[in-house]
């Protein structure tokens, strides 16, 4: 059982480049992308924490299944990565969902080590969702080979952009405005809101906690969805592949601030800022250290996160 | 006598009952495997022991201890290739080392409190692996493979009987849990549980809480590295992949949590029921490549803590187990 976290397999590097001020440029670009999607890929954690104190520690199995889950739409029904994005986010808002029913809702009945029956809990998730991923779709590398995204750049201004990644960024920032909107507009959104801030009360406003936290799971599940279809694009797709971004997700989170959605947002980009950084000045492989030592100096300097209010 | 005095001198007689039948096993148990297995399960006790000190008693819960691990292995491994330091000094100087770094790595992490605090522990585990995977003097991502010099334990090394791991292993995990005993109902042990339940509580009570969390990792890393010296012996090579991943962070917590947290016993009957599960259905049904093994330990692990939060040995204990409330 490796739960090793090596670094994701990226099909694009750019790596042995002399440093310049274009490379410099092109680098801070591709990690701003980069950045924007961590962000969509971490916020479905600060919701779900934010909204009942639970870190989902299968969190980067939940990407995985989203990923193979593009890639089984691609190979069996020939749907393009781009077009099957909504169908994934569908499907994973129904398995978040689920989750929580079935799992979940009982791992916060226990009344002693609550906290350590959440971890665990959901770290066996992790474990048994891998194992089924290399029972039922072998451990094999998988890649969708030909999309209308994959493999194409475009210039803006002599800096070239990776369109998978800049489409990426795109529907991460509006993904975050849409859950904007929709966190302070909707009635959902309030009960959400509502049941965040006492769950005891919202109960004896009529309002079903289980239901809203169902709800807050698919929505977690639908977002990670939404990372996982553009990701599938340009890295490899294997039963592991979410252990290196779980990590990545979680610095993330606690880098903003856990339960702040404006802050899974600034910390994606920090962190894919930070990333690119870094794979300019050390060997590519030690990359995640600028990630990880920044979160050290981050909580070091403000324990809370940077927006953390809990 | 009251009752705590009592159990505790039943604990002792217990755990020197159970030494004793260990230490006979190997008399009827000749296969190698087998005795691999329980040499296994004695070392992921008595690190789930360790491991159970600073997360279970003081309540801090660390999911990097694979750093101290891999620090106890690597040490040993590099003074005994590069300057033929006999392992057992090899061993301490680990010790000392991985105390030394909790300490230093305590003083900013201790002011972290829950997710914050087991996502550094997390990530420093992490740089930790990833610097001794680029650190081409100490074998970087090759490892180091322990020469072999003939069967000795002035050198540790054993290649045809697994009996002396098996007999240093039963040892190991008597210390560790005679230390815990002990500490249990020292100051230490009752200041620990204090500022598990309630830091703050504890703080205005006169308990130094920071200090109390020092000692806590100190003794835990110590005892982290111990094992993982011990670990480099018993398989002669290491490298980054094989003793400082999160895998064993995790698989030095489990025990523990499965057992039951914050108990003396629950690292030990953890251990005893998930290690020889880890390591049969690994070789029965894992060799298919096919994650079977997975799929069966991930279901039992997310079974036991749902249906038993307090851990197993809330099955044995007289007192009712906590039910949970419907919510």
Redesign the interface.
């Given at each position: 059982m490796m739960v090793a976290m090596d670094p994701g397999f990226r099909r694009d590097d750019m790596r042995g480049k002399p440093l310049t001020a274009a490379t410099i440029i092109q680098s801070l670009a591709s990690g701003l992308l980069m950045g924007l999607l961590y962000g969509l890929l971490a916020v479905g954690l600060a919701l779900i924490f934010g909204l009942m104190d639970v870190t989902n520690f299968a969190h980067g199995e939940f990407l995985m299944l989203a990923m193979y889950l593009t890639f089984f739409l691609f190979m069996f029904w020939a749907v393009d990565p781009l077009l099957s994005i909504p169908i994934v986010a569908a499907g994973m808002f129904v398995f978040g969902a689920v989750i929580y029913l079935i799992i979940i809702r009982f791992a916060m009945r226990a009344k002693a080590n609550i906290g350590m029956v959440q971890i665990f809990a959901t770290f066996g998730l992790a474990i048994l969702m891998r194992g089924l991923a290399q029972y039922f779709f072998t451990p094999d590398y998988r890649s969708i080979p030909a999309s209308m995204l994959g493999g194409k750049t475009i210039s803006f201004f002599g800096v070239f952009l990776p369109v998978p990644q800049l489409v990426g960024a795109l529907i991460s920032i509006a993904a975050f405005g849409a859950l904007y909107f929709f966190m302070k507009k909707t009635d959902f959104g309030r009960a959400l809101e509502a049941t965040r801030e006492d769950a005891g009360a919202v109960a004896l406003v009529g309002i079903d906690k289980n239901k809203v936290f169902a709800l807050g799971w698919g929505l977690g599940s639908a977002l990670i969805g939404l990372a996982g279809g553009v990701m599938a694009i340009f890295f490899y797709i294997y039963p592991d592949v979410g252990a290196s971004f779980a990590l990545i997700a979680y610095v993330t989170v606690a880098l903003g601030g856990f339960g702040s959605v404006f802050g899974a947002f600034a910390g994606g980009i920090i962190v894919g800022l930070v990333e690119a950084t870094t794979a300019m000045i050390l060997p590519p492989s030690l990359k995640s250290v600028g990630i990880y030592a920044v979160y050290l100096l981050v909580v070091f300097i403000r324990p809370r996160g940077l927006f953390g209010s809990i | 006598m009251d009752s705590f005095t009592q159990r505790r001198r039943r604990d002792l007689i217990l755990a020197a009952f159970l030494a004793a039948i260990a230490a006979c096993v190997p008399f009827f148990v000749k296969d190698v495997y087998v005795q691999n297995i329980m040499v296994l399960t004695l070392m992921y006790a008595a690190l789930s022991q360790a491991w159970n000190i600073l997360s279970g008693y003081c309540g801090q819960?660390s999911l990097g201890h694979a750093l101290y691990f891999g620090l106890g292995a690597y040490t040993t491994a590099l003074l005994f290739t590069k300057f033929g330091v006999l392992p057992w000094f090899g061993m301490l100087a680990g010790g000392a080392i991985s105390s030394v770094i909790a300490l230093a790595l305590g003083y900013?992490t201790f002011?972290?409190?829950?997710?914050?605090f087991?996502?550094?522990t997390?990530?420093?585990a992490?740089?930790g692996?990833?610097?001794f995977?680029?650190w081409e003097w100490a074998g970087a991502a090759l490892g180091i493979d322990i020469p072999v010099r003939g069967d000795s334990w002035a050198k540790f090394q054993f290649t045809r009987s697994k009996l002396p791991f098996y007999y240093f292993a039963l040892v190991f995990c008597c210390v560790a849990w005679l230390i815990t005993w002990w500490l249990e109902d020292s100051k230490w042990g009752f200041w620990w549980r204090a500022v598990k339940d309630n830091p703050d509580a504890a703080e205005s009570l006169g308990v130094v809480v920071f200090n109390s969390k020092m000692g806590a990792a100190a003794v835990s890393a110590f005892l982290t590295a111990i094992g993982g010296a011990f670990y480099a012996q018993f398989v002669s090579y290491i490298d980054p992949?094989s003793v400082m991943?999160?895998?064993f962070s995790?698989l030095m917590a489990?025990p523990a949590?499965?057992g039951g947290?914050g108990t003396l016993w629950g690292p030990v009957l953890g251990a005893v029921i998930l290690i020889p599960m880890?390591e049969l259905t690994?070789s029965f049904i894992g060799g298919s490549?096919?994650?079977?093994?997975?799929?069966?330990?991930?279901?039992?692990?997310?079974?036991i803590?749902?249906a038993r939060?307090?851990g197993l040995i809330g099955l044995f204990s007289r007192r009712p187990a906590?039910?949970?409330?419907?919510?």
């Amino acid at each position: 059982m490796m739960v090793a976290m090596d670094p994701g397999f990226r099909r694009d590097d750019m790596r042995g480049k002399p440093l310049t001020a274009a490379t410099i440029i092109q680098s801070l670009a591709s990690g701003l992308l980069m950045g924007l999607l961590y962000g969509l890929l971490a916020v479905g954690l600060a919701l779900i924490f934010g909204l009942m104190d639970v870190t989902n520690f299968a969190h980067g199995e939940f990407l995985m299944l989203a990923m193979y889950l593009t890639f089984f739409l691609f190979m069996f029904w020939a749907v393009d990565p781009l077009l099957s994005i909504p169908i994934v986010a569908a499907g994973m808002f129904v398995f978040g969902a689920v989750i929580y029913l079935i799992i979940i809702r009982f791992a916060m009945r226990a009344k002693a080590n609550i906290g350590m029956v959440q971890i665990f809990a959901t770290f066996g998730l992790a474990i048994l969702m891998r194992g089924l991923a290399q029972y039922f779709f072998t451990p094999d590398y998988r890649s969708i080979p030909a999309s209308m995204l994959g493999g194409k750049t475009i210039s803006f201004f002599g800096v070239f952009l990776p369109v998978p990644q800049l489409v990426g960024a795109l529907i991460s920032i509006a993904a975050f405005g849409a859950l904007y909107f929709f966190m302070k507009k909707t009635d959902f959104g309030r009960a959400l809101e509502a049941t965040r801030e006492d769950a005891g009360a919202v109960a004896l406003v009529g309002i079903d906690k289980n239901k809203v936290f169902a709800l807050g799971w698919g929505l977690g599940s639908a977002l990670i969805g939404l990372a996982g279809g553009v990701m599938a694009i340009f890295f490899y797709i294997y039963p592991d592949v979410g252990a290196s971004f779980a990590l990545i997700a979680y610095v993330t989170v606690a880098l903003g601030g856990f339960g702040s959605v404006f802050g899974a947002f600034a910390g994606g980009i920090i962190v894919g800022l930070v990333e690119a950084t870094t794979a300019m000045i050390l060997p590519p492989s030690l990359k995640s250290v600028g990630i990880y030592a920044v979160y050290l100096l981050v909580v070091f300097i403000r324990p809370r996160g940077l927006f953390g209010s809990i | 006598m009251d009752s705590f005095t009592q159990r505790r001198r039943r604990d002792l007689i217990l755990a020197a009952f159970l030494a004793a039948i260990a230490a006979c096993v190997p008399f009827f148990v000749k296969d190698v495997y087998v005795q691999n297995i329980m040499v296994l399960t004695l070392m992921y006790a008595a690190l789930s022991q360790a491991w159970n000190i600073l997360s279970g008693y003081c309540g801090q819960i660390s999911l990097g201890h694979a750093l101290y691990f891999g620090l106890g292995a690597y040490t040993t491994a590099l003074l005994f290739t590069k300057f033929g330091v006999l392992p057992w000094f090899g061993m301490l100087a680990g010790g000392a080392i991985s105390s030394v770094i909790a300490l230093a790595l305590g003083y900013p992490t201790f002011r972290l409190r829950g997710h914050y605090f087991v996502i550094a522990t997390i990530v420093i585990a992490e740089i930790g692996f990833l610097l001794f995977h680029n650190w081409e003097w100490a074998g970087a991502a090759l490892g180091i493979d322990i020469p072999v010099r003939g069967d000795s334990w002035a050198k540790f090394q054993f290649t045809r009987s697994k009996l002396p791991f098996y007999y240093f292993a039963l040892v190991f995990c008597c210390v560790a849990w005679l230390i815990t005993w002990w500490l249990e109902d020292s100051k230490w042990g009752f200041w620990w549980r204090a500022v598990k339940d309630n830091p703050d509580a504890a703080e205005s009570l006169g308990v130094v809480v920071f200090n109390s969390k020092m000692g806590a990792a100190a003794v835990s890393a110590f005892l982290t590295a111990i094992g993982g010296a011990f670990y480099a012996q018993f398989v002669s090579y290491i490298d980054p992949e094989s003793v400082m991943t999160f895998q064993f962070s995790l698989l030095m917590a489990l025990p523990a949590v499965l057992g039951g947290i914050g108990t003396l016993w629950g690292p030990v009957l953890g251990a005893v029921i998930l290690i020889p599960m880890t390591e049969l259905t690994r070789s029965f049904i894992g060799g298919s490549g096919r994650g079977v093994d997975l799929i069966l330990y991930g279901a039992v692990i997310v079974l036991i803590s749902l249906a038993r939060p307090d851990g197993l040995i809330g099955l044995f204990s007289r007192r009712p187990a906590s039910k949970g409330v419907p919510q």
